[in-house]
């Protein structure tokens, strides 16, 4: 049997951009992508704080160092330029796994600088 536990979060992200004519999906400064060990096209959770929208997609790759948070297609509806957003990422463990698995957490300042990692 395996069990659904978090991989990753990104936590307090602010949106930055919003891009309602771009196919789906959500993109990423590169650096972020990389602290949270998350996957170019791996499935998200996107979790607005301002309006309790929760949405799936997959991660596309944004500048390094950009900050860049971009909500593109029709996740572009869920969310505004300055909306805080928590990014979570989900992984499948077998049973005996579960007590080994550290999920990689990083919190963000307001220009989704890293604050703190975990």
Known sequence: ????????????????????????SITIDEELIEKAGLAIGEEVQVLNKNN???????????ERGSGE????GPAARKGHIG???????YGYYKKEEIDKQSPKII??????EIKNSM
């Open 69 to 72: 948070i971009c909500l593109n």
């Open 52 to 62: 309790g929208e929760r949405l799936e997609t997959y991660v596309i790759k944004g």
């Open 1 to 24: 049997m395996f069990v659904k536990l978090m991989k990753s979060k990104i936590h307090e992200a602010t949106i930055t951009e919003s891009n309602l004519d771009y196919e789906g």
């Open 107 to 112: 919190l963000l300042n307001n220009k989704n």
């Open 83 to 89: 909306d805080k957003v928590i990014i979570i990422s």
